[in-house]
């Protein structure tokens, strides 16, 4: 397993049980582009039992000010970010500019709100995803979840 795979895996278990945080982790690792970047501006954190979480208020900051900090994206890219913050549920970002994306990351951008608003198995019974995708998607229960906060989730 290389370290952004093990890394995609410790924040899918972090945000395991809200759909909110489960779409914005994501919209962000199927992406590709940001996991690296958000780690390497050490916009996430990793704790001593080797749990790992994205400091979303430190990255919905970033986007305010987006490249003029060290993040370093497109507007397509930045974008991809925004709303990933704002799928969250925690913070208000503009997303006038969605139309900057492309259709891949338009398709994820839906398919990811669907996921925050509805859950996971609802977002993929809408088939925003071409079929290459699916192995990403991991199969989920097609009832409702109830939503959960996790205490320890405090940014």
């Known amino acids: 397993m ?3 795979t093990a890394l995609t895996a410790r924040l899918r278990e972090r945000a395991a049980g809200s759909w909110h945080e489960e779409a914005a982790v994501w919209l962000l690792t199927s992406h590709g582009r940001w996991l690296p970047e958000l780690e390497r501006t050490r916009l996430i954190h990793n704790d001593a039992e080797g749990r790992s979480r994205i400091a979303w208020p430190l990255v ?6 987006a490249g003029d900090g060290p993040l370093i994206g497109t507007p397509s890219e930045w974008q991809v970010l ?9 913070h208000v970002l503009s997303l006038a500019n969605l139309s900057l994306l492309d ?9 990811a709100m669907a996921w925050a608003s509805g859950g996971r198995a609802w977002a993929a019974s809408l088939a925003l995803l ?4 699916d192995a990403q998607v991991p199969s989920a229960p097609a009832t409702p ?4 906060r996790h205490p320890a989730a405090t940014d």
Do not use: K, M, W, Y
Request: aromatic content about 0%; glycine content about 2%; some cysteine.
């Open 2 to 4: 290389n370290h952004i």
């Open 130 to 133: 071409p079929p290459e995708h």
């Open 103 to 111: 259709e891949p990351d338009r398709r994820r951008a839906l398919h």
């Open 60 to 65: 919905a900051s970033a986007c305010l000010s």
């Open 82 to 90: 925004r709303l990933s913050c704002v799928l969250t549920g925690r």
């Open 145 to 148: 979840q109830p939503q959960v």
